[in-house]
């Protein structure tokens, strides 16, 4: 009883030390210094509500993903990123990768994350304008987007407007995109962007992407990608008007894919248009135009529109419902309805631009 | 033709001007102070400008070029520049630049904050823990940020040390000679009740002796509500309130609200230099500011 009494009392006061100690020293002492050395975590954390014919499978209300985020300097030499996350009861890697702090011009990258392909392929599931990824994205890179392990090397060129070269090697094994099970398939990705101030308030960016690697037909796959997109955004204040419109074509070449004892698209094409509208401080207006077309035996082409309404109260919550038709050849148009409510708690870095 | 090419490239890419140090700030009332310090030895330009607010700058690649080519970047810190400025460092991809580094530099270190929040989390709206970021309204304030600026620049560009000094020395007789002149002014309202929408203004009004007794927002970056502005109404009818300044880039809708409901009168007030047509450099800001609040009591 007394070793109890003891224990409580010595835990007790150690956390109220502890407590004390780190609040009294929040300004400049050895524990503000000692959490500045912690990773900057957050959790995001998103729900979804789907319905409607449309929805192939999770129908309902449900957990769509949890995130988790750390991001620090290693030290003065390189920065890592961290990104677990928890999707169907199943925990995994969704990016890890350290890049260099310390070379001018260029930055390399190593470890799994998105590839540098295309618009839309970049952005994390919470972050995305709509609630569900573009059908060219989902259709031609799979449910897990264009996400692997390499190297990447990003070139800021010495030119009056912004241009970037990102140029990776990467492995094609175990990716949607390649689906190759051999450990020697490499991959290249490759994306020239360029961004102008057309005004202070207005830029316009014009991208181009390829990729190519080996495939699981034991031959090539191709794919060519060009987005552009016009942003516009009020200089005056916060929360006033800015509208964003994003465009992207991809189309993809699957050699030998016709060969397989199970034919797949061998060839495909997609884009989309999305205009958002932040019509109020808080309420965000949009839609999305899609058009896919895959080749296998026969052409199967599919379009859809999509509409959202989003309340974004501040830059760490939203409530969004989205609702759309499909229609795909052969078939009947079909509905769909989402509800979306997605926080994120914690140090969530900035989102690029 | 390929040669003329190259050379219209390195023109741009290298800046038209000549100066010794490239400088960019974070807000136009860090440049007009950089200019005032640095004269003809620096070119100095400015991420967000004076009409936005710097909290929700976004990060376009544009600002990362221009950061690229800085010999310099001078930011506010206490998490004002959080939610863009990291981006822009790490994608200019310029080692001189980083955290830590003689090229980086972060102008909170010369000076003591306010509204310090030793416990802090978001239900309190937009807080920042570390301190309150809109020091620039601060006449004394400035003076310290001047001295560490004026130092950075004597480091990195020790020819040109002995201008740096006598230009801050400049600024120094200029600011204290500002500063009789604006205490003078609105010595008559110290005490003056007031109300704020946002926090940019608490250094201002607690230097010349205003008292604040609430603001339009309803927590630091949540918009005004109905409820909150009837609550508001009261308070400023109890309180006496006499004054609601407003930054010049908010909805100013509720502070007419208040104003209609009270006998208190509502000034627009530019939150930075080059917020208006009149604020175009620090002084002139400054003066602005003090104008500003000296009408609107009078």
Known sequence: ?353 | MLTKILILISSFSLGTAIANLRVVTTTEDLRSVTQSLGGEFVEVSSIAKGTQDPHFVEAKPSYLVAVSRADLLISIGLELESGWLPLLIRGARQPKLMPGEPGCLSVSEAITPIDVRVQADRSQGDVHPLGNPHFMADPDRVISVAELISSRLSQLDPPHAKDYSNNLSSFKKQQVEKIAHWKKKLAPYHGTKVIGYHMSFNYLFKYFGFEIVGFLERKPGIQPTAQHILSLIKLAQDQKVRLIAVENFFDPKPGETLAEKTKAKLVLMPAYVGGDEKSKTYHEWMDHLVDDLEKGLK
């Open chain 1, 1 to 353: 009883m007394r070793i109890i009494v003891l224990s409580l009392v010595l835990t007790l006061s150690t956390s109220l030390f502890a407590e004390t100690f780190f609040y009294g020293k929040l300004l400049g002492g050895t524990q503000q210094v000692d959490r500045t050395m912690n990773p900057a975590i957050s959790m995001n954390g998103i729900f979804l509500g789907n319905w409607g014919p449309a929805i192939n499978e999770n129908k309902g209300i449900q957990l769509q993903e949890l995130e988790g985020q750390f991001t620090a300097a290693v030290d003065p030499y390189f920065f890592a990123n961290f990104i677990l996350s928890i999707e169907g009861g199943e925990i995994s890697p969704e990016e890890a990768w350290v890049s260099t702090l310390g070379l001018p011009v260029v930055s390399l990258k190593m470890g799994k994350f998105f590839q540098n392909f295309g618009k839309n392929n970049l952005i994390h599931t919470h972050a995305q304008p709509l609630i569900d990824r573009p059908l060219v994205n989902q259709l031609i890179f799979g449910e897990e987007a264009f996400n692997t392990s390499g190297i990447q090397a990003d070139i800021l060129v010495p030119l009056p407007w912004y241009l970037n070269l990102s140029v990776a090697g990467v492995t094609a094994k175990n990716s949607d995109v390649y689906q190759t099970s051999r450990d020697e398939d490499l991959a290249n990705v490759t994306r020239l962007e360029n961004l102008w101030d057309i005004t202070d308030s207005t830029t316009l960016g014009l991208a181009g992407s390829y990729s190519v690697g080996n495939n699981k037909a034991n031959n090539l796959s191709h794919y060519l990608g060009i987005d552009l997109t016009l942003k516009y955004v009020s200089p005056k204040g916060r929360g006033n008007l800015a509208i964003v419109w994003t465009n992207e074509y991809i189309k993809g070449w699957r050699r030998g894919y016709m060969n397989l004892s199970e034919p797949e698209w061998d060839n495909g094409y997609g884009i989309y248009s999305i205009l958002m509208a932040r019509i109020h401080p808080v309420f965000w207006l949009g839609g999305r135009y899609d058009q896919v077309k895959l080749t296998s035996d026969s052409t199967n082409s599919q379009t859809a529109e999509n509409v959202i309404i989003a309340y974004v109260p501040t830059e760490f919550s939203s409530v969004r419902l989205q609702s759309g038709l499909t229609q795909e050849t052969g078939q009947e148009t079909k509905w769909q309805a989402l509800l979306q409510l997605n926080v994120t708690i914690g140090s969530h870095p900035a989102h690029a631009y």
